[in-house]
């Protein structure tokens, strides 16, 4: 006989940890899907704006609700308002860079051989704004003469966004410098001749090209780089994502924060006074109205501690983070997951699924409720510094550089060795290009 310990997850206690680690959207999704499948649910929205939901039936004989239950699951006519309408609302409309495209199209060009022609360009044209079909492939492929691509292509060029339908980078900033009326000089001549060198920082190999100097390319530099390479990338695939924050962090008159839990959108549940009377149904209807009652209790309790564990999680985080709240990023301390968990008496995987697709609203702005727990990262005197704040000292030392002379990320390692905080020359190259700040050579003005 061979004895083995087996840990069973109850499918109840699978819904629990599922709905602690939903975001409010996805919290209020599923309550609506619950509120449709269990009848012994009422659900009514903490927004008076949003009180359209359906309400559970009420005014209706024990009779009547019995003969619903044993029935073929199909809702009787007096549970239904005859004057009632259901409308399913509209979506949101969003425009995409093709759209956009193509209803330019129907508006510039009236021959149908032209406008056949944009419409193919159109549909060539990536995310990015730039055409990836070759002339010669368009005019094969609309049975059209090369030139007439060539003017149609022209035409299109001229669209909105500044630079869409170009063949490469040099000629969607050409499109756009010439839009601005600034296609001229030493711009020209770095568009059209010295983009190479602009990406690798040649600057003075550009000047001697050029017979100037190497501060007048760094000014014509500086105007190219205000040009959009991807002027496609501000439309959308689809639908933007919306931010909606779960928690909300108010300071008080007394100067103390007080944590609220953002839930005026997620809709409140409770049983229905109908269903509790069990007694005056049948055998068969009293076991399926307790069955659904115990569900929608789970249900309900499991809520109620996701909010109240997010709600810990969130006052332990302000507690321990009141210099953040007060100074910035910069003074975010060291938090792991597991100090929290022991701080407010939950396993670190609880803290884990309650902060997971969450955030949170501060004075200083919305941020996710992971970003809290950053990685450790040794420093001097046994002290340990968070990776933020590493990337805030970089940071710092970078804005206060001579552009003159930038400091590399070897010099950037020894002020940072001096402030008590020891890294790599790798690591502080990993975080420079993570803030988005190029290399010495590339930062240098001249």
Not at 386 to 395: H, R, W
Request: hydrophobic residues 40%; contains cysteine.
């Amino acid at each position: 006989m061979n004895l083995s310990q087996r840990l069973s997850m109850t499918v109840q206690l699978q819904q629990a940890i599922q709905i602690l680690q939903f975001s409010a959207q996805e919290l209020r999704a599923a309550i609506e899907k619950e509120y449709l499948e269990n009848p012994v649910l009422e659900m009514d929205y903490h927004d008076e704006a949003m009180q359209a939901a359906p309400d559970a039936p009420q005014d209706t004989s024990i009779a009547a609700l019995s003969d619903y239950l044993g029935g073929d699951g199909k809702q009787p006519g007096y549970f239904v308002d005859d004057k009632e309408k259901n409308f399913e609302a509209a979506a949101p409309q969003y425009t995409t860079l093709e759209d956009e495209l193509l209803e330019q199209v129907n508006f510039t060009f009236k021959d149908e051989a032209e406008r056949a022609i944009a419409t193919f360009i159109v549909g060539s044209i990536s995310s990015q704004g730039y055409l990836t079909v070759p002339v010669a492939e368009i005019a094969r492929a609309t049975q059209s003469d090369a030139a007439l691509v060539e003017k149609v292509l022209a035409r299109v060029q001229e669209f909105d966004p500044a630079g869409v339908a170009a063949r490469d980078l040099a000629e969607c900033l050409r499109l756009q410098a010439k839009r601005q009326g600034i296609y001229e000089g030493l711009v020209a001549a770095i568009i059209d001749r010295h983009l190479d060198e602009v990406a690798e920082a040649r600057i003075k190999e550009i000047a001697a090209a050029e017979h100037c100097r190497p501060a007048d390319v760094q000014v014509g530099i500086d105007i190219v780089r205000r040009l959009d390479p991807k002027p496609g990338s501000a439309y959308g695939e689809g639908s933007p994502v919306t931010i909606t924050p779960d928690v909300v962090v108010r300071r008080a008159e007394d100067g103390s924060y007080k944590v609220e839990i953002e839930d005026q959108y997620v809709p409140h549940l409770q049983i229905s006074a109908l269903y509790r009377q069990a007694d005056n149904f049948d055998a068969s209807t009293r076991k399926y109205i307790t069955k659904r009652l115990n569900a929608a209790a789970w249900l309900i309790n499991s809520i109620e501690q996701r909010r109240q564990t997010i709600c810990h999680v969130v006052e332990e985080i302000v507690r321990r983070q009141h210099d953040y709240l007060e100074k910035g990023r910069a003074y975010l301390h060291p938090m792991t997951m597991k100090e929290v968990a022991d701080a407010i008496g939950v396993h670190e995987s609880t803290v884990s699924r309650a902060v997971a697709n969450k955030y949170v609203e501060m004075p200083g702005g919305i941020a996710a409720l992971r970003s809290f727990f950053t990685a450790r990262l040794p420093g001097a005197g046994s002290e340990e510094f968070a990776a933020s704040q590493a990337k805030a000292a970089i940071e710092k030392l970078i804005k206060e550089e001579d552009p003159k002379k930038p400091l590399s990320d070897q010099k950037l390692c020894t002020l940072l060795k001096n402030q008590g905080l020891d890294l790599s020359r790798r690591t502080v190259m990993k975080y420079r290009e993570q803030l988005g700040y190029a290399s010495s050579v590339k930062r240098k003005r001249y």
